[in-house]
């Protein structure tokens, strides 16, 4: 172990951006022993790692961020510098149905691991990180107008983004109290290969490559701030490394969409990957019932990021959308692995009475 210059624990890197962290981190930087802490919920896939399972420098570790023995025994096994964690429930139409899951992972299960790391860290806090991954949606929603900034107030709106904000404010606690080294993210939605397909861009791709309904929710005129996820894999990379402690980042594209635009935008790419005349799958779209508090605009400012650690997105989204649709028709495998079985149920509960 001690051949390592850095011995990072990535929490949730068997799912869809923490796979996309994990395997920059692991192809990018040899020196560093990359070690994926994963519970393998419904979500969580080691099929997304598979081009790097057998680098000698990852490793995968299952186990729940909630079960304090287990983590404590991989902190005393690997005596890691760093943790970025990614863990956690990710699904706001999920965090309606349950949403003491979503406390139960999200707010407790950070709460522990913040707690194991600085039990384990604070004699000698010098060279240690602890990297907390969130997202936009703590900010709550904005009118036509305006971004969020580091500065806009927290008003979560959803159980899942008050879960998430809930664990912000105990990351900054950490801070403030126990002078536990931190950064922080907060990131807008994020697109590209291996997301799972509960989410509207994979969602809509493998319902259109199904011929079944689009089911757009209310009138499809909510905003989402759209990021390549190999974009926030390199903004991650960015911060870990150049990110000030203590603070926190905004990553976004600048790159604002109506879910509807991106149905159309989607099944317009579809028709010619699929050979089908134009308009063919848009004749699928459905407007179905809205989403109980369903946030109206995202968008993230994200110059913070770009004016102190000059980071900014590579792809434009039309060629970011394109290459995602690609990967999922070159994968159909790993699409019809992950819809069978609790998919099909979790589609039904969800869709049937809209
Ligand atoms: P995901 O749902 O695809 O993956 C989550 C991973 O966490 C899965 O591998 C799952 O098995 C694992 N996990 C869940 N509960 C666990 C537990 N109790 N213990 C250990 N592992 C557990 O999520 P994602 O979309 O990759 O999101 C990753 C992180 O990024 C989350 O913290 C999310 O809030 C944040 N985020 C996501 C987006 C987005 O657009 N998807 C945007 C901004 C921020
Ligand atoms: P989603 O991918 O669930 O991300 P989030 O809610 O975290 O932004 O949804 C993105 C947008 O797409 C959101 O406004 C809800 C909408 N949506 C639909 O219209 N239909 C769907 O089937 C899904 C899953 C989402």
């Given amino acids: 172990m001690a051949d390592y210059s850095k011995k990072i624990m990535v929490t949730g890197a068997a799912g869809f951006i923490g796979s996309h962290v994990a395997r920059l981190f692991v192809k990018k930087y040899p020196e560093y022993l990359i070690v994926n802490l994963d519970a393998l919920t419904y979500a969580g896939n080691l099929e997304n790692l598979r081009d790097i399972e057998n680098l000698p420098n990852y490793k995968f570790e299952r186990g729940d961020i909630n079960d304090e023995k287990r983590i404590n025994e991989l902190f005393d ?57 969130s997202t936009d949606e703590v900010y709550g929603s904005l009118g036509k ?62 319902n ?15 905003v989402r701030d759209w990021l390549f996820v190999e974009d926030h894999a390199t903004a991650i990379d ?52 809205d989403r109980p508090g369903h946030d109206m605009r995202y968008a993230i400012d994200a110059s913070k990021l770009n004016k102190e650690l000059g980071w900014k997105p590579s792809l434009q989204f039309e060629e970011g959308l394109e290459k995602t649709v690609d990967w999922y028709l070159q994968n159909q495998d790993w699409v019809n692995h992950v819809t069978s079985g609790d998919y099909q149920k979790y589609y039904d509960v969800q869709y049937e009475k809209r």
């Fill in 77 to 133: 096994q690997y005596h890691f510098d760093a943790v970025i964690h990614l863990a956690a429930e990710s699904h706001v139409d999920r965090s309606i149905i349950d949403p003491l899951a979503f406390v139960r992972t999200n707010v407790l299960g950070t709460a522990s691991l913040l707690n194991i790391s600085l039990k384990h860290w604070k004699d000698n806090l010098e060279n240690k990180l602890f990297y907390h991954v």
């Fill in 145 to 206: 107008e305006g971004f969020f900034t580091e500065e806009t107030p927290y008003d979560p709106r959803s159980p899942y983004s008050a879960s998430k904000a809930s664990s912000d404010h105990f990351v900054m606690a950490y801070r403030h109290t126990y002078g536990l080294p931190i950064v922080m993210s907060n990131c807008s939605n994020n697109y590209g290969s291996h997301h799972f397909p509960e989410k509207l861009i994979p969602l809509m791709i493998n």
């Fill in 208 to 222: 259109i490559k199904n011929n079944k309904p689009l089911p757009v929710y209310g009138k499809g005129e909510n």
């Fill in 238 to 289: 960015t911060i870990f490394h150049n990110g000030k402690i203590g603070e926190k980042y905004n990553v976004g594209g600048f790159n604002e969409w109506k879910n509807i635009d991106i149905v159309h935008l989607l099944c317009g790419i579809m028709d010619k990957k699929l050979g089908r005349p134009a308009g063919e799958s848009a004749k699928l779209i459905t407007y179905v019932k």
